[in-house]
């Protein structure tokens, strides 16, 4: 009976199986793209001088939405009563979170709870429209650095695909319309309290 010799027959199969294994297009096969760079919603700001109100990064609560602090500078007069003041959101680029506004403990820090109103202007979602003030003909009170000096906190979120460089102008104060009231029944204007915009906030 004649033997036939499989040595030649697997080595010549393996050797096939090993050429399939790259396959027939060189090793091509799909090309999968990299996933798209994560945006990263960045704040950054400076401090306040004395008499001066600005806008200041406080927390970065999730990926998209930042807490945004109202503080206000040294002043040693017992004479403010509140502050009505507007902030312009870039509609473009970021919104604000409805009811995220919470006072600070600068305008009850006698135990004093104040009045506070938040809401966009009609028409203008761009337009945050802010009154505090202290009610029931309570006294007018200082500032006390690094204790009672937050007015208020809101919060802003970031739109989904949003991309944009640090720039004042995507949150700001209106000039125009932002100033700190005395505490008489009038609520008149404190003229030398005036408001800064120094936050710049991005998302890259």
Same mark, same amino acid.
């Given at each position: 009976m004649r033997r036939v010799s @499989?040595? !030649?027959? $697997?080595?010549? /199969?393996?050797a096939l199986i090993g050429c399939g294994g790259k396959g027939g297009d060189g090793g091509g096969g799909p090309v999968v793209p990299p996933p798209p760079p994560t945006l990263?919603?960045? /704040?950054?700001?400076?401090p306040q001088q004395p008499d001066q109100v600005v806008l200041r990064c406080g927390v970065r609560l999730t990926e998209d939405v930042w807490q945004i602090d109202v503080m206000i500078g040294a002043h040693p007069t017992s004479d403010i009563?509140?502050?009505?003041?507007?902030?312009? =959101?870039?509609? &473009? =680029?970021?919104?604000? $979170? !409805? %009811?995220?506004?919470?006072?600070?403990? &600068?305008?009850?820090?006698? %135990? *004093?709870v104040p009045l506070l109103s938040v809401d966009?202007? !009609?028409?203008? !979602?761009g337009r945050l429209v802010v009154g505090i003030y202290r009610t029931g003909g309570a006294p007018g009170i200082a500032v006390v650095p690094g204790t009672f000096d937050r007015i208020m906190v809101f919060d802003v979120q970031a739109l989904p695909g949003a991309q944009f460089d640090p720039d004042p102008s995507h949150? @700001?104060?209106?000039?125009? @319309?932002? *100033?700190a009231l005395d505490s008489s029944i009038q609520h008149q204007p404190i003229p030398s309290i005036t408001f800064s915009d120094q936050i710049l906030l991005s998302n890259q």
């Open positions: @499989r040595g !030649p027959a $697997v080595l010549m /199969c393996a990263t919603f960045k /704040c950054s700001d400076s009563g509140g502050f009505a003041f507007d902030v312009l =959101i870039d509609p &473009m =680029i970021m919104k604000y $979170v !409805p %009811g995220s506004a919470v006072s600070g403990s &600068m305008l009850f820090q006698d %135990g *004093e966009t202007a !009609p028409g203008d !979602p949150l @700001r104060f209106d000039k125009t @319309r932002s *100033e």
